[in-house]
Protein backbone atom coordinates (compact mmCIF):
# COMPACT_ATOMS: atom_id res chain seq x y z
CA UNK A 1 0.00 0.00 0.00
CA UNK A 2 2.53 2.43 0.60
CA UNK A 3 4.29 1.64 -2.16
CA UNK A 4 1.09 2.41 -4.37
CA UNK A 5 0.45 5.62 -2.53
CA UNK A 6 3.53 7.55 -1.10
CA UNK A 7 4.94 8.06 -4.54
CA UNK A 8 1.52 8.83 -6.32
CA UNK A 9 0.95 12.19 -4.14
CA UNK A 10 4.32 13.18 -3.59
CA UNK A 11 4.60 13.97 -6.72
CA UNK A 12 1.49 15.91 -6.90
CA UNK A 13 2.63 17.58 -4.01
CA UNK A 14 6.58 18.82 -4.97
CA UNK A 15 5.54 19.92 -8.75
CA UNK A 16 5.52 23.31 -9.80
CA UNK A 17 1.68 24.47 -10.21
CA UNK A 18 1.14 25.33 -13.97
CA UNK A 19 -0.11 29.05 -13.85
CA UNK A 20 -3.40 27.71 -15.38
CA UNK A 21 -6.09 25.59 -13.94
CA UNK A 22 -9.45 24.24 -14.81
CA UNK A 23 -11.12 25.31 -11.50
CA UNK A 24 -11.14 29.49 -11.35
CA UNK A 25 -8.50 31.67 -12.34
CA UNK A 26 -8.29 35.45 -13.84
CA UNK A 27 -9.24 36.35 -17.31
CA UNK A 28 -6.60 36.21 -18.58
CA UNK A 29 -5.50 33.02 -17.10
CA UNK A 30 -9.15 31.97 -18.46
CA UNK A 31 -8.24 32.89 -21.69
CA UNK A 32 -4.99 31.04 -21.51
CA UNK A 33 -6.93 27.84 -20.45
CA UNK A 34 -9.40 27.78 -23.34
CA UNK A 35 -6.43 27.82 -25.98
CA UNK A 36 -4.56 25.06 -24.03
CA UNK A 37 -7.51 23.08 -23.63
CA UNK A 38 -8.47 23.61 -27.17
CA UNK A 39 -5.24 21.23 -28.26
CA UNK A 40 -5.63 18.28 -25.60
CA UNK A 41 -6.50 15.25 -26.03
CA UNK A 42 -9.39 14.94 -22.77
CA UNK A 43 -11.37 17.88 -21.28
CA UNK A 44 -11.85 16.71 -17.68
CA UNK A 45 -14.88 16.63 -15.79
CA UNK A 46 -16.33 19.66 -13.94
CA UNK A 47 -15.78 19.97 -10.45
CA UNK A 48 -19.26 19.27 -9.60
CA UNK A 49 -18.95 16.17 -10.91
CA UNK A 50 -15.06 15.47 -9.38
CA UNK A 51 -16.16 16.86 -5.91
CA UNK A 52 -19.08 14.28 -5.88
CA UNK A 53 -16.94 11.30 -7.17
CA UNK A 54 -14.29 11.80 -4.84
CA UNK A 55 -13.69 12.54 -1.10
CA UNK A 56 -11.67 15.52 -2.64
CA UNK A 57 -12.32 19.76 -2.04
CA UNK A 58 -12.10 21.87 -3.99
CA UNK A 59 -8.79 23.38 -3.28
CA UNK A 60 -7.59 19.63 -3.41
CA UNK A 61 -9.04 18.88 -6.24
CA UNK A 62 -7.17 22.12 -7.81
CA UNK A 63 -3.75 20.99 -7.05
CA UNK A 64 -3.86 17.57 -8.31
CA UNK A 65 -5.02 18.46 -11.51
CA UNK A 66 -2.39 21.07 -11.60
CA UNK A 67 0.49 18.50 -10.86
CA UNK A 68 -1.30 16.19 -13.29
CA UNK A 69 -1.66 18.89 -16.27
CA UNK A 70 2.05 19.69 -15.45
CA UNK A 71 2.80 16.03 -16.39
CA UNK A 72 0.97 15.02 -18.41
CA UNK A 73 -0.38 18.46 -21.03
CA UNK A 74 -2.33 16.21 -23.34
CA UNK A 75 -4.85 15.49 -20.38
CA UNK A 76 -4.36 11.68 -20.52
CA UNK A 77 -1.39 9.32 -19.84
CA UNK A 78 -0.11 6.69 -21.73
CA UNK A 79 1.67 3.55 -19.77
CA UNK A 80 5.01 4.50 -21.24
CA UNK A 81 4.73 8.15 -19.64
CA UNK A 82 3.16 6.96 -16.62
CA UNK A 83 6.24 4.44 -16.26
CA UNK A 84 8.93 6.98 -16.73
CA UNK A 85 7.18 9.10 -14.14
CA UNK A 86 6.96 6.74 -11.57
CA UNK A 87 10.50 5.41 -12.40
CA UNK A 88 11.72 8.63 -11.37
CA UNK A 89 11.07 7.89 -7.66
CA UNK A 90 13.29 4.76 -7.89
CA UNK A 91 16.28 5.77 -9.52
CA UNK A 92 18.08 2.67 -8.00
CA UNK A 93 15.69 -0.50 -9.11
CA UNK A 94 13.65 -1.12 -11.90
CA UNK A 95 9.80 0.00 -11.64
CA UNK A 96 8.83 -0.67 -14.51
CA UNK A 97 6.77 -3.58 -14.13
CA UNK A 98 5.36 -2.19 -10.92
CA UNK A 99 4.22 0.64 -12.61
CA UNK A 100 2.29 -2.07 -15.52
CA UNK A 101 0.65 -3.51 -12.87
CA UNK A 102 -0.54 -0.24 -11.29
CA UNK A 103 -1.35 1.58 -14.15
CA UNK A 104 -4.13 -1.19 -14.97
CA UNK A 105 -5.17 -0.97 -11.67
CA UNK A 106 -5.55 2.64 -12.29
CA UNK A 107 -7.06 2.34 -15.82
CA UNK A 108 -10.00 0.42 -14.66
CA UNK A 109 -11.88 1.16 -18.09
CA UNK A 110 -8.78 -0.93 -19.76
CA UNK A 111 -8.79 2.09 -22.50
CA UNK A 112 -4.87 2.26 -22.41
CA UNK A 113 -4.56 5.86 -21.04
CA UNK A 114 -5.17 7.13 -17.57
CA UNK A 115 -7.35 10.60 -17.52
CA UNK A 116 -7.39 12.61 -14.68
CA UNK A 117 -10.75 11.04 -13.47
CA UNK A 118 -9.04 8.16 -13.25
CA UNK A 119 -6.35 9.30 -11.55
CA UNK A 120 -8.08 11.04 -9.12
CA UNK A 121 -10.79 8.48 -8.58
CA UNK A 122 -8.03 6.00 -7.44
CA UNK A 123 -6.30 8.26 -5.30
CA UNK A 124 -9.32 9.34 -3.62
CA UNK A 125 -9.91 5.88 -2.49
CA UNK A 126 -6.35 5.22 -1.69
CA UNK A 127 -5.70 8.30 0.97
CA UNK A 128 -9.81 9.08 2.06
CA UNK A 129 -11.37 5.56 1.35
CA UNK A 130 -12.61 2.91 3.75
CA UNK A 131 -10.87 0.33 5.04
CA UNK A 132 -13.08 -2.16 2.33
CA UNK A 133 -12.29 0.47 -0.33
CA UNK A 134 -8.60 0.57 0.05
CA UNK A 135 -8.48 -2.88 0.54
CA UNK A 136 -10.94 -4.18 -2.58
CA UNK A 137 -8.65 -1.58 -5.18
CA UNK A 138 -5.49 -3.27 -3.63
CA UNK A 139 -7.02 -6.66 -4.44
CA UNK A 140 -7.60 -5.50 -8.00
CA UNK A 141 -3.95 -4.42 -8.15
CA UNK A 142 -2.90 -8.07 -7.58
CA UNK A 143 -5.40 -9.65 -9.65
CA UNK A 144 -3.79 -8.86 -12.74
CA UNK A 145 -6.27 -11.39 -14.83
CA UNK A 146 -9.14 -9.58 -13.59
CA UNK A 147 -10.58 -13.00 -12.87
CA UNK A 148 -11.77 -12.56 -9.15
CA UNK A 149 -8.99 -14.75 -7.48
CA UNK A 150 -5.85 -13.64 -6.96
CA UNK A 151 -3.34 -17.34 -7.34
CA UNK A 152 0.31 -17.62 -6.62
CA UNK A 153 1.76 -16.84 -10.41
CA UNK A 154 -0.02 -13.39 -9.85
CA UNK A 155 1.33 -13.10 -6.63
CA UNK A 156 4.65 -14.28 -7.49
CA UNK A 157 4.74 -11.71 -10.29
CA UNK A 158 3.40 -8.46 -8.19
CA UNK A 159 6.01 -9.52 -5.62
CA UNK A 160 9.31 -10.03 -7.89
CA UNK A 161 8.13 -6.59 -9.31
CA UNK A 162 8.24 -4.52 -6.01
CA UNK A 163 11.53 -5.56 -5.36
CA UNK A 164 13.03 -5.38 -8.61
CA UNK A 165 11.42 -1.59 -8.15
CA UNK A 166 13.17 -1.45 -4.56
CA UNK A 167 16.69 -2.48 -6.25
CA UNK A 168 19.42 -2.23 -3.93
CA UNK A 169 17.73 -0.92 -1.25
CA UNK A 170 15.91 -3.97 0.00
CA UNK A 171 16.52 -4.93 3.47
CA UNK A 172 17.30 -7.70 4.22
CA UNK A 173 19.67 -8.13 1.23
CA UNK A 174 16.98 -10.47 -1.13
CA UNK A 175 18.49 -14.27 -1.07
CA UNK A 176 17.36 -16.63 -4.33
CA UNK A 177 14.31 -17.72 -2.72
CA UNK A 178 13.08 -14.39 -0.45
CA UNK A 179 9.86 -14.25 -3.12
CA UNK A 180 8.98 -17.91 -3.02
CA UNK A 181 9.29 -17.47 0.40
CA UNK A 182 7.08 -13.91 0.61
CA UNK A 183 4.08 -15.82 -1.88
CA UNK A 184 4.10 -18.85 0.67
CA UNK A 185 3.60 -17.08 3.67
CA UNK A 186 0.81 -14.64 2.17
CA UNK A 187 -0.98 -17.67 0.55
CA UNK A 188 -0.62 -19.64 4.19
CA UNK A 189 -2.05 -17.02 5.84
CA UNK A 190 -5.13 -15.95 3.15
CA UNK A 191 -6.02 -18.98 1.41
CA UNK A 192 -8.19 -19.90 4.24
CA UNK A 193 -9.79 -22.85 2.39
CA UNK A 194 -6.24 -24.06 0.80
CA UNK A 195 -7.63 -24.18 -2.78
CA UNK A 196 -5.31 -22.44 -4.40
CA UNK A 197 -6.37 -19.12 -4.66
CA UNK A 198 -7.27 -15.80 -2.42
CA UNK A 199 -10.88 -14.67 -2.98
CA UNK A 200 -11.59 -11.00 -2.00
CA UNK A 201 -13.11 -12.11 1.46
CA UNK A 202 -9.99 -14.20 2.18
CA UNK A 203 -8.14 -11.05 1.15
CA UNK A 204 -9.82 -8.71 3.37
CA UNK A 205 -10.55 -10.77 6.30
CA UNK A 206 -6.66 -11.70 6.32
CA UNK A 207 -5.90 -8.05 6.21
CA UNK A 208 -7.95 -6.69 8.81
CA UNK A 209 -6.10 -9.48 11.13
CA UNK A 210 -2.84 -7.72 10.66
CA UNK A 211 -1.91 -4.51 12.68
CA UNK A 212 0.78 -3.87 10.39
CA UNK A 213 -1.31 -3.62 7.36
CA UNK A 214 -3.71 -1.88 9.12
CA UNK A 215 -1.53 0.62 10.22
CA UNK A 216 -0.22 0.99 6.59
CA UNK A 217 -3.56 1.98 5.31
CA UNK A 218 -3.66 5.10 7.38
CA UNK A 219 -0.24 6.19 6.92
CA UNK A 220 -0.92 8.63 3.79
CA UNK A 221 -4.65 9.94 4.86
CA UNK A 222 -4.09 13.90 5.75
CA UNK A 223 -0.44 13.47 2.99
CA UNK A 224 -3.11 16.53 0.90
Known sequence: MGAV???????????????????GSTNHDRVD??????????????LEQLEALTKFNKKELQVLYRGFKNEC?????????FKQIYSQFFPHGDASTY??????AFDSTQSGSIKFEDFVTALSILLRGTTTE????????????????????EMTDIVKAIYDMMGRFTYPALKTDTTKQHVDAFFQKMDKNRDGFV????FILSCQE???????LQLFENVI
Open 199 to 202: TLDE
Open 134 to 153: KLQWTFNLYDINRDGLINKE
Open 33 to 46: DDLELSVVCHRPEG
Open 73 to 81: PSGVVNEET
Open 99 to 104: AHYLFN
Open 5 to 23: VGTLTLQTRQRRPSRATMF
Open 210 to 216: DENIMRS
